[in-house]
């Protein structure tokens, strides 16, 4: 079992940049697929992106890529969201995950662990 716990997030202007943070509990963050998913008010909660237990891979959303990146420490058990260029319709509640799947997945319903989410509004 792991613990996710999201931290970063803000108020900042269209342009600005943000880095969420998403730190572990228990020794075996290595072993899980990590991934990012955002929800705003009165949407389903969709992918953002995703990254492998050995970060050797990582895959987008379209609406993120060239724009956000996906990482993460194992030695410190923290997954990283670096997110430039922030849109206004970037604005939403951002949430890490683990997974146990064969591969990263890119629904939520691969995922088994939550964290609280971190709220990010972007200002026009």
């Known amino acids: 079992q792991v613990q996710l716990v999201e931290s970063g997030g803000g108020l900042v202007q269209a342009g600005d940049s943000l880095r969420l943070s998403c730190a572990a509990s228990?020794?075996?963050?290595?072993?899980?697929?990590m991934g990012w998913f955002c929800q705003a008010p009165g949407k389903e909660r969709k992918f953002v992106a995703t990254?492998?237990?050995?970060?050797?891979?990582?895959y987008y959303a379209d609406f993120v890529r060239d724009r956000f990146t996906i990482s993460r420490d194992n030695a410190r058990n923290t997954l990283y969201l670096q997110m430039n260029s922030l849109k206004p319709e970037d604005s939403a509640v951002y949430y890490c995950?683990?997974?146990?799947?064969?591969?990263?997945?890119?629904?939520?319903?691969?995922?088994?662990?939550w964290g609280q989410g971190t709220q990010v509004t972007v200002s026009s």
């Open positions: 995950a683990a997974s146990t799947a064969s591969d990263p997945p890119q629904w939520p319903g691969g995922y088994v662990y």
């Open positions: 228990g020794r075996t963050f290595s072993s899980y697929h």
């Open positions: 990254i492998s237990w050995s970060a050797g891979r990582t």
